[in-house]
């Protein structure tokens, strides 16, 4: 854990790395107050309560994303895939707002420049982001401080999930539930909207060919983090005063030879939820997409990494296929809003 003093110095390090030297004054002193409101998550608040803090101190001058938000450039990281996401992600975002059009052109540009000199070229990955290495890394347009105006986000009457939960569980079962509609309309718009325009993903080192955006990174917005929240109180027997410990979200490019989807896993979690956001006529083959569930649970005191093969570990997914042959599996096909 870093002492109160380490994540001063982090804030005020992240606040000049987005606004620059000149931007002092008052403002360094508003980013320390982000930070102390944000240091309510230290001392036990909820994810959902140290954003809310976050979002009524304001951010001044420059729109410092705050302890939920600090990003850190991963200039050693990116791969075609993330290269290309962000080169289409700018696009879009010229398509959508005109006036800012010619700036995001530009940087989509510079992506595209970046992802050509370096994966068809074989430049070396500092020469390749030359135009765009003050960008690559960095919150171009965030959605982190916006305000959801939209009442309550939870559509699904979850009650009977309550009471099947308690049941699964006194009898030893793992409990596995699959509710569709679960957002309103206007909430799930909303999320994939921002989904599609906020750059705030920029985990890219996924062998697999997809692209992560974390809570922790920008992700932490008002309407998911609402989401959360309703979940909790709609939920006693399942969360109960469980607190929300991560959140991330995935997109994934289908055109590379590499892109297979996230690989067996286990998330160590209490409770998991996964909800699909993106319409069902992206998905051009129903057969395919989804999730498998395996009926297996890792023992006591498992290791993250023995769950989570990483790329150098080469026996690990011939292990964890050994280990849920002797337990039963469930597809759940895809399904928007599910």
Not at 10 to 27: D, I, K, R, V
Not at 217 to 245: C, K, M, N, Y
Not at 271 to 299: K, Q
Request: glycine share 10%.
């Amino acid at each position: 854990l870093l002492s109160s003093r380490q994540l001063v110095a982090m804030a005020l390090g992240t606040y000049f790395q987005h606004c620059g030297p000149e931007a002092g004054g008052s403002s360094v002193l508003q980013s320390m107050e982000l930070l102390r409101r944000a240091l309510l998550k230290r001392r036990g608040a909820s994810a959902r309560e140290c954003e809310s803090a976050r979002l009524e101190a304001g951010a001044g001058a420059c729109e410092l994303p705050g302890l939920q938000g600090v990003v850190t450039a991963r200039l050693g990281w990116p791969l075609r895939h993330k290269l290309a996401f962000d080169a289409d992600q700018l696009a879009y975002l010229a398509s959508k707002y005109p006036e800012e059009g010619q700036r995001f052109s530009e940087l989509a540009d510079g992506f595209v420049a970046a992802r050509r000199h370096h994966v068809d070229e074989g430049q070396d990955l500092m020469s390749s982001l030359d135009r765009v290495k003050e960008h690559y890394g960095r919150p171009v347009h965030s959605e982190t401080g916006r305000r959801w105006h939209g009442g309550s986000v939870l559509a699904a009457n979850l009650s009977e999930l309550n009471l099947q939960w308690t049941d699964q569980v006194q009898q030893g079962q793992a409990p596995i539930f699959v509710v569709d509609d679960v957002l309103t309309p206007e909430a799930l718009a909303e999320i994939r909207r921002q989904a599609l325009e906020s750059t705030v993903w920029f985990d890219g080192a996924k062998p697999n060919g997809y692209v992560g955006a974390y809570i922790h990174e920008g992700l932490g917005t008002e309407v998911l983090l609402q989401f959360a929240h309703e979940l909790s109180e709609a939920l006693p027997q399942v969360i109960g005063d469980r607190r929300l410990w991560h959140m991330w979200m995935y997109a994934y490019d289908s055109s590379g030879p590499e892109s297979q989807g996230i690989a067996m896993h286990a998330d160590f979690a209490a409770v998991n939820l996964n909800l699909w956001v993106t319409p069902n006529s992206a998905n051009l083959d129903p057969e395919t997409g989804g999730l498998v569930v395996f009926d297996r649970r890792p023992p006591d005191g498992a290791r993250f990494e023995d769950f989570n093969c990483r790329p150098s570990n080469q026996s690990c997914p011939e292990r964890l296929e050994g280990f849920v042959l002797d337990g039963g599996s469930r597809r759940i096909p895809y399904r928007q809003n599910r």
